[in-house]
């Protein structure tokens, strides 16, 4: 990428002074010295100190035989910082519960990872690109179906 169209200050941004492009994503390198994209920095969300990457906990809920989508974003709450909520498109006629998702992710993850209240919905809502769309989801009106 060389810039921005048009915008300089933009552009300016987007670059560290050395010329390496900023671009929010978030990773670690594996034993096999593989990287590994853990999520965007925009999408963590701190729930009681420890830092969560939406990413990870959506893979480990895709998993599930129960999910056939989901996402998840912070939302603040009183003490803690904020916790995860997980919207999640079922795979079939009886979705899955908040608890049973929550031992699933446990099992896999950290418990402090674990969503903290769950949305069924029947899709989730897409950009354009045909990305998930959290900010549609953070700004709220996605009822529980």
Known sequence: M??????????????????WLVSGDLGHLDDDGNLVLVGRLGDMYIRGGYN???LEVENVLSEHPGVV??????VPA???GEIGVAYVVPATLTPPTLAELRAWTIERLAD????????ILHALPLTPMGKVDKSALTRGGWAES
């Open 52 to 54: 969560v990457y939406p």
């Open 78 to 80: 009183a003490a803690i």
């Open 69 to 74: 989508a989901a996402a998840v974003i912070g």
């Open 2 to 19: 060389r810039g921005y169209w048009n915008d300089p200050e933009l552009t300016e941004r987007a670059f560290t002074t050395d010329g």
């Open 112 to 119: 402090y990872k674990a969503p903290d209240r769950l949305v």
